[in-house]
């Protein structure tokens, strides 16, 4: 109880003082801030309760445990975990189940992912990630981070593989990713929908982006930019995404496109909303490429955190490339003829 209780305070306070292994960190990224109630407005309302421990060896056992609140006499879920002890001699340490839930799968080597699977793997879509991850690597500058690329049925099948029973923020969720990394390794557990490996070549820009940079510095327009000119959006190419953004432009002569910037605007592509900013970025971001080199891209995406008028913004891309807010709009519509 001791050492359980010291794991607990450690990772709901988010601090990685004593990091786990690679294949536990996506568990202990879900334990973050879980004391907290938005609702209540409290950082402790919810606490841990020990529901249940199994001994599965000497050694280790298997626990059970939920974080619970009372209000006006009604109990209150906001998750529950499943954990693997381990003792080592006068300590315990404690670890995700996903290691063990995946023990005895199925495993590939493409390049640089190893792939995890519990029935078959489609071996075009395998050697197609696997090109895509390479190319994000280059571009990131770690051309020998490797992936562990694991499969799940669909989203709560994903946190139950990593220990997480349920959880009240993804209360519908059906069909997502978790992901992290460690020592120039990730690891992916995808739950979404197609034949394995099944994943979305924009959402991989941002977690591979996450290995090198820390999301307190990304600045989320310029990444969301570099995400639809890699990877496209919403299951577009991003010569469609342009296609259909340059009928918008010619259907919007004369555009004020340093308002819709920083006004947050949007423009539809049939059903899907984009926004304005990360088009025109995804335009900025290949001008500065094949002028600048990705490096420099790199530093417009380090900038910082959006923020309102985007001074931080406008100050690196006028550092690199020239362009200010008095002249955007007219290298904007340069870049879209």
Known sequence: MRDLNDFLNLYTKGESAAQPDLMTMPLTDELYDIRRSETLQNPTFFKAYLENVILLGDTSYFLQLSFLGVKDGVPMLQASFNLIAKQNIDHFIFSSPLKKNTQNWKRENIENITYIFTDSIDKTNASAFARLDSFYNTKINVPGQQTIFIKADNFPDALHLI?????????????????????????????????????????????????????????????????????????????????????????????????????GDKFNMGIYQNGIANILNALLVQKIQQEKGFPEVMTLLSCGRREKGDENYFKALEKITGITEKNFNKEIDKLLK
């Open 163 to 263: 220990g997480v029973n349920y959880k009240s923020d993804y209360a519908g969720y059906a069909y997502n990713s978790l992901s992290d990394y460690s020592k120039n390794k990730r690891v992916v557990i995808s739950g979404r929908m197609g034949k394995f490996p099944n994943y979305d070549p924009h959402d991989t820009w941002h977690e591979k982006l996450r290995t090198v940079m820390s999301d307190s510095v990304i600045n989320r327009p310029v990444d969301e930019g570099c995400a639809y000119l890699f990877g496209g959006s919403w299951g577009f190419s991003w010569f469609e995404v342009l296609d259909s953004f340059k009928l918008y432009a010619n259907q919007h002569p004369g555009e004020d496109w340093l308002t819709l910037y920083k006004n």
